[in-house]
Structures are given as C-alpha cells and as structure tokens.
C-alpha cells in the first residue's frame, strides 16, 4: 500500500453540480497526478502537481481544475459536471522526476 | 509529443502458453522512463518495472520478461507459461521531460484455464 487514500470511492451527482474528489498521501511524496480510465481509452493524464502550488495540464485537461495547497492533498475538481465525465478517476503519487507512480484505489464517478 | 501504442487491444491464451504483450512508443527526449502496470480484475493499477532510456538490458523476473530496443521504439513483455491469475489488463507507459506519464490504451489479457 503506497499510502495514497482517494475519497469519494463512490459518487453519483448531477449534471452540473460541482464535484471535488480529493487525493491524500501520507508519503510525503513531491509528485501527484490525476488520471482518467475509460474503456477505450486506457488511463489519461488530467492535471498533475510537481509541488505545492506547482500544477500542469495533461492531455484532457477541459472541464477540470486542481488544487494542491500541502503537500499532502491534491484536489481534483469538476466545476459543472457533465455525462462525459462519468468515469473512473485514479490519483497517483511519485516520489522523484525519474521514478514510478503508485496508483490510489480509484473513485468511480457517475453522472446523470 | 509523446505516444504509446499498444496494437494488441485483447489476448487471449491457454494456460501455461507463453504470451507477449506489444509497446511501442515515440519521443523526442533522449532521456526517458518506460514502465508496465498490471490493472487485475479487482481494478487496482500495479506497478511491475521501470526501465529507463540508458539502460537496454532486457530483465527478467520469475516468468516476466521485458525487452527494450531503442532502434524499434519498443518496449515488450512477455509472459512464460501463463497462469489463470496473469489475467488483467496491462499498460505500457512512457515519462519524458516533462514528468507527464502517458499511458497506452492498454492490452486485455485472458488466460483461458
């Protein structure tokens, strides 16, 4: 267990609700990111933090924003929920530039 | 921009055959990461190795294997005498510069008893 906590694990919201999952680690580790799965898609790189305060685009980045005020939590955030963002969110941590990512349990998010 | 194709989109083998599961990817960057995750049925993402772009050692651990070849852009991983529980999806992924990791859309693997 690589000490990452994702909360929800279930939610289902409406269409345009705002919605926040959070990612909290205990690891202490520099780097987060957010990732959706899709079937079809495999995983897909949504935000990702190299620090506190330090965030970036990934590569589906619309509709999104993040938030990473301590080290230890990383905000993933839909303004206004859409169907198209029903899927399964992962929050992953690294420690260092060039090491591996441990994933969290994953959120499963429905919106309808 | 950076790419991972993983062609095989699902496989499925009798038990105890061996099976390899294709990557390839594309990069500018001179240095970079390569790495396998296992996703089971269960739905957790596990990690499996790192390689990075210095190092072509291809390596072995217990039935896993991983071949690494620059001149192909080509990351593989190969699965001797599969068993039921190697039945997951596995990705191929790839770190640049820019500490994206980008994933490829994954390979299903069924190990049929």
């Known amino acids: 267990d690589a000490g990452i906590t994702q909360s929800p694990r279930h939610k289902v919201t409406e269409t345009g609700t705002p919605v926040t999952l959070r990612c909290h680690q205990t690891?202490?580790?520099?780097?987060m990111y957010w990732y959706r799965q899709d079937p079809g898609h495999g995983l897909r790189l949504i935000h990702y933090s190299y620090g506190v305060k330090d965030t970036d685009k990934g590569e589906v980045s619309d509709g999104y924003s993040v938030s990473r005020s301590k080290t230890e939590d990383f905000l993933l955030t839909l303004e206004s929920a859409t169907s198209s963002q029903t899927s399964v969110y992962f929050c992953?941590?690294?420690?260092?530039?060039?090491?591996?990512?441990?994933f969290g349990q994953g959120t499963r998010l429905t919106v309808v | 921009a950076q790419k991972v194709t993983q062609a095989q989109t699902e496989i499925s083998v009798v038990e105890k055959e061996d099976v390899t599961l294709d990557c390839v990817y594309e990069?500018?960057?001179?240095?970079?990461?390569l790495f396998w995750y296992k996703q089971p049925p269960s739905g957790e993402l596990v990690f499996l190795i790192r390689?990075?772009?210095?190092?072509?050692q291809n390596e072995i651990s217990g039935r896993y294997s991983w071949n690494f070849q620059k001149s192909t852009s080509s990351f593989n991983f190969t699965i001797t005498a599969s068993q039921v529980v190697d039945s997951a999806v596995y990705f191929c992924?790839?770190?640049?510069?820019?500490?994206?990791?980008?994933f490829g859309k994954g390979t299903r693997l069924h190990i049929l008893p």
């Open positions: 990069t500018r960057d001179t240095t970079y990461y």
């Open positions: 690891e202490n580790h520099r780097y």
């Open positions: 992953a941590i690294k420690i260092d530039s060039y090491t591996e990512a441990f």
């Open positions: 390689r990075n772009s210095f190092d072509e």
């Open positions: 992924a790839l770190r640049g510069r820019d500490d994206k990791i980008i």
